[in-house]
């Protein structure tokens, strides 16, 4: 009777400790709704005896060349899964999942194309994406995002 | 594979259930790496990521992480106290069930992924909990039936007995060794299947998609099935037996039989 007690404690005391946890902060999926502005871009090298740095506009145009998103200045997440990207010259819309733990931001494209972004950082004012790329040398890109509304 | 308990198995029966269940482990993990984005036959790495998290004050995904290690723990928890439980009254039924369990787990994801999923981060996670669960009763089963000789669905302590056992191979009278070398033998099988069944899961994920899980329940049911079919014919030969007309005592070949179909006699 009595380890039964303490088996039920100790079961009882786990259940409890992942309500609480899940209870105390929102899911990355509501954080994430709303309008973000791109802040900058910044590139990290693997291997950091590469002479060369790139300022944020530079790491923009060769890091996210083959990307969507590179045009985008502000993201807005909307519920239902759709994001609104836009520019200077034009808006598009795309749908957007959080994957994982709540660390990855994938991106679906029309043609069924997708990108995955590591959700480095998000909170209620500010995000951090990272991927990895090829510009000149290898190394992994960083997006900080603030958020507007 | 499933019917001998502890001591009484032989290498193998540790080798044909290592390798299989391995398989499947490596399997389940890719597979859900590629569909979820997280791990689910190890939770050496979610320990880790649990305390990034809580250094980082992501609570959210905390409570997340926590709730997959207590599942995959809660499974070993099952699965060895079936096996403790019901080992006395049928040591078959009493080590398929976990694996029975596993199999609904892993059918339930497939099911639920291919018909009614929509990528929400909630089902993602909620997902990732029954596998977690399932890897969980694998490993509790084949750890607990061997005497802890086979765990399949994470390398590290194998890969650690591997470097010890081949630093202990340089020695001579290690190397003739029987014991020794079957057990060499028997973490590269589990090695070997583990990757193989991660290759082959991340190849034909891209084809059938969530269907993989059914893929794995295949190899899950080959497991049962595979004593299931020696009990039968081990029955068939005992009732054959027992029609000769040869001088023999019913009751003992019996006992025989009942004893390797693994039940308990008394």
């Known amino acids: ?149 | 594979m499933l019917r001998k308990f502890s001591n009484s198995r032989t290498l193998d029966d540790n080798l044909k259930l290592g390798t299989l269940t391995a398989f499947s482990a490596g399997m389940v993990n890719i597979a859900s790496l590629m569909i979820f984005f997280s791990f689910s036959s190890n939770v050496t790495g979610h320990y880790a990521i649990l305390a990034e998290e809580i250094l980082k004050g992501n609570w959210y995904q905390a409570g997340v992480v926590f709730s997959w290690i207590f599942l995959f723990f809660f499974g070993s928890f099952v699965s060895n106290m079936m096996v403790i439980y019901l080992n006395g009254r049928n040591a078959y039924f009493a080590h398929a069930l976990p694996i029975i369990l596993e199999i609904m787990c892993l059918v339930s994801v497939g099911i639920y992924g291919q018909f009614f999923y929509r990528e929400t981060l909630t089902e993602t996670e909620a997902l990732l909990c029954l596998m977690l669960f399932a890897m969980g009763l694998q490993n509790g089963l084949t750890a607990s039936i061997s005497n802890f000789a086979v765990k399949t669905t994470h390398l590290t302590g194998i890969t650690t007995d591997l470097g010890i056992l081949f630093s202990m191979f340089t020695m001579k009278k290690f190397r003739e060794n029987e014991m020794l070398v079957g057990k060499a033998k028997l973490l590269l099988s589990i090695v070997l299947a583990y990757v193989l069944g991660a290759v082959f899961s991340g190849l034909i994920y891209f084809e059938i998609k969530f269907k993989v899980f059914y893929v794995v329940s295949f190899f899950l049911v080959l497991v049962i099935a595979y004593d299931f079919s020696k009990i039968r014919l081990l029955r068939y030969l005992a009732v054959n037996r027992t029609k000769e007309p040869v001088s023999r005592d019913p009751k003992s070949e019996t006992r025989k039989v009942r004893q390797e179909e693994g039940i308990s006699v008394v």
């Open chain 1, 1 to 149: 009777m009595k380890i039964t007690l303490v088996y039920l404690t100790v079961f009882l005391t786990g259940i409890l400790v992942f309500v609480s946890l899940i209870s105390s902060a929102p899911s990355p999926e509501t954080v994430i709704l709303g309008e973000w502005k791109e802040m900058k871009w910044e590139y990290e090298k693997v291997n950091k005896s590469e002479n060369k740095d790139y300022s944020s506009h530079e790491t923009q145009e060769q890091a996210g060349q083959h990307l969507i998103i590179h045009q985008a200045e502000n993201w807005t997440f909307l519920p239902g899964g759709k994001l609104k990207l836009s520019g200077k010259k034009n808006d598009k819309i795309v749908s957007w999942r959080i994957k994982g733990r709540g660390h990855i931001l994938e991106l679906k494209y029309d043609n069924n194309s997708k990108e995955h972004y590591n959700l480095t950082r998000l909170d209620g004012d500010k995000m951090v994406l990272n991927f990895e790329s090829d510009m000149q040398v290898r190394g992994i890109a960083k997006l900080t995002f603030e958020k507007l509304l």
